[in-house]
Structures are given as structure tokens and as C-alpha cells.
């Protein structure tokens, strides 16, 4: 092999290395955090943005989201923790605005949207990678009085694909993430927004799994309480 062809060589390992060491993946019982949506108006009071967590539906059917077609998310109990399945709380569904008394869902606190109260949940666990994408599957919404609506298909933006959310991190726990994804809902659906295109952004940190103390460690536990009992006995026999 000559000198050229060696480093020529060298060069693509390392950029397929830097490839795949940029190829993450998040574990079981990871957190992605989410951060609250902060919208922005014009002097008019027209929504001008939202930095942060939104998600939107497309109601003028124009095939894009505009700024004005967002809405605010923020946080639940927990965020989103990798392999877990969740459900929607009974009673963060409903006609009629967020009334602040509505259960919290796992993932997201209910929002408003078209002067009802929704939220989010997934029926199948989100597990995945910054190469493969996140599964969103199991992706749905609750809203108004319907339980289910399914945002698992439909994906129409380029470079996304059905039930897939896109994913970006560092690898680094306590780094920020952002994930997208889209969907349309089902043709049809009872919603009466059958074949509006939706569009999900969640952005915040991604918090490792607290560890599970090692067999080891139970066992030195163990056996320190065995130490303590032994001496709790010794001095009884001495007194």
C-alpha cells in the first residue's frame, strides 16, 4: 500500500469513526427534560413565535407551519423517560379552556388549543438514537373529549419518516437535545382536522438514569447490617 493510499485510508476511518462516536443513543430510564414554550407578539398581539417546546397544527392547509399556527408546551410530572409507555391523566382532556385543576400528564402539562384543553401521551415505549431517530409510534393526543388521536403516520417534511422523530444531542447527559416531529392526522378522524399536518418541537436536557446499585453494593449493605446487628447483640450479652 502506498503512502497516499495509507493515509487516504487512515482519513476515512477516522471520519467513519467521528461518524459513529456522534452516533448516540439515548438508555432506559434516561430523562429528555422539556422546556416551556415562550411565546412572542407584535404589537398587535399576533403570536410572532415560541422558543422552546410547541407543537402546531397546519389549519389553513398552506402545507407549512406559521409562527401564528403554534402552541406553547411545558413540562409535566417527569418529561419524557426513555422506555416508558404513559397515558393520558383522566380529566387533562376537555372542552373549554386550561382550568390550572386538570391531573398532569407524565410528559406535558395540558395546553390550549382551538378553546379546548389537550394533552400528550405515548402507548408504545420511546426508545431510539441520534442516527436512528427517536420512536414516536405510539405518539398520541388527547383533546376536547376524544381519548386517542393517533399522530403515529403522515410524516411530510423532508428528511422525516413516519413515527420517527429527529433527534440531536451531543451524547453528553445535562446537554441540551431537540427533537422534531411530524405527523398528519388520520383521515377522517373525529377531531374534524383530518389530513392537517402537525408539527412537534421539544427541546431541554437529557438527564441520565439514576443508577441501580451494583450486586456488590447490596452486598456490602448486607453485610454492614449484619455488623451492626452482631454489635447490638454483643452488647446486650454484656450488659
Do not use: C
Amino acid at each position: 500500500m502506498s503512502f497516499n493510499t495509507t493515509k487516504i485510508a487512515m482519513a476515512l476511518a477516522l471520519t467513519m469513526g467521528a461518524t459513529a462516536a456522534h452516533a448516540v443513543a439515548v438508555n432506559t430510564g434516561d430523562v429528555l427534560t422539556i422546556d416551556a414554550g415562550i411565546p412572542t407578539y407584535n404589537s398587535s398581539g399576533t403570536l410572532t413565535g415560541i422558543t422552546g417546546s410547541w407543537f402546531a397544527m397546519d389549519t389553513n392547509g398552506s402545507g407549512t407551519i406559521q409562527q401564528s399556527e403554534k402552541t406553547a408546551l411545558s413540562q409535566g410530572t417527569t418529561g419524557i423517560k426513555i422506555g416508558d409507555i404513559t397515558s393520558a391523566a383522566a380529566g387533562s382532556y376537555h372542552f373549554g379552556a386550561v382550568t390550572g385543576a386538570e391531573p398532569v400528564n407524565a410528559i406535558v402539562a395540558s395546553w390550549n388549543f382551538n378553546s379546548s384543553t389537550g394533552t400528550n401521551y405515548n402507548t408504545v415505549a420511546i426508545t431510539g438514537s441520534t442516527e436512528n431517530g427517536l420512536d414516536f409510534s405510539g405518539w398520541n393526543v388527547a383533546w376536547n373529549t376524544l381519548a386517542s388521536i393517533p399522530m403515529t403516520g403522515g410524516a411530510w417534511g423532508p428528511g422525516y419518516t413516519d413515527g420517527t422523530a429527529n433527534f440531536t444531542w451531543s451524547g453528553v447527559y445535562g446537554t441540551a437535545y431537540t427533537l422534531d416531529y411530524h405527523a398528519t392526522v388520520p383521515a377522517g378522524d373525529p377531531s374534524n382536522f383530518g389530513g392537517t399536518l402537525y408539527a412537534l418541537r421539544f427541546t431541554g436536557v437529557v438527564n441520565q438514569a439514576a443508577p441501580i446499585p451494583e450486586a456488590s453494593t447490596y452486598g456490602m449493605m448486607l453485610a454492614g447490617l449484619g455488623l451492626v446487628g452482631f454489635a447490638v447483640r454483643r452488647r446486650k450479652l454484656v450488659a
